[in-house]
């Protein structure tokens, strides 16, 4: 069973960057697949960006690609969400997940603020 726990989050004005962090708990297996998703008040959830443990496999919603990069440090077994050239829209609480073929764990999340 993994554990997650999401930091980082804050608030910054637009253009600016931040660096969220996912530290895990318990092994994340090579099989895995890691994402960060977020929320928005009175939006759905959304997937924001994945990344295969193994590191074979990337994914990015258009419309944070070019901006966000995911990564995993296998060592300290942390998933990362490096973000530049936020925009306002991008304001919400930032979820971690691990999961096989679905997503079984979540992180308690962090909330992304960007002031216009």
């Known amino acids: 069973q993994v554990q997650l726990v999401e930091s980082g989050g804050g608030l910054v004005q637009a253009g600016g960057s931040l660096r969220l962090s996912c530290a895990a708990s318990g092994r994340i297996f090579s099989s895995y697949r890691v994402g960060w998703f977020r929320q928005a008040p009175g939006k759905e959830r959304e997937f924001v960006a994945g990344?295969?443990?193994?590191?074979?496999?990337?994914d990015y919603a258009d419309s944070v690609k070019g901006r966000f990069t995911i990564s995993g440090d296998n060592a300290e077994n942390t998933v990362y969400l490096q973000m530049s050239s936020l925009k306002p829209e991008d304001t919400a609480v930032y979820y971690c997940?691990?999961?096989?073929?679905?997503?079984?764990?979540w992180g308690q999340g962090t909330q992304v603020t960007v002031s216009s």
């Open positions: 997940a691990v999961g096989l073929y679905s997503y079984d764990y």
């Open positions: 990344l295969s443990w193994s590191g074979t496999r990337t």
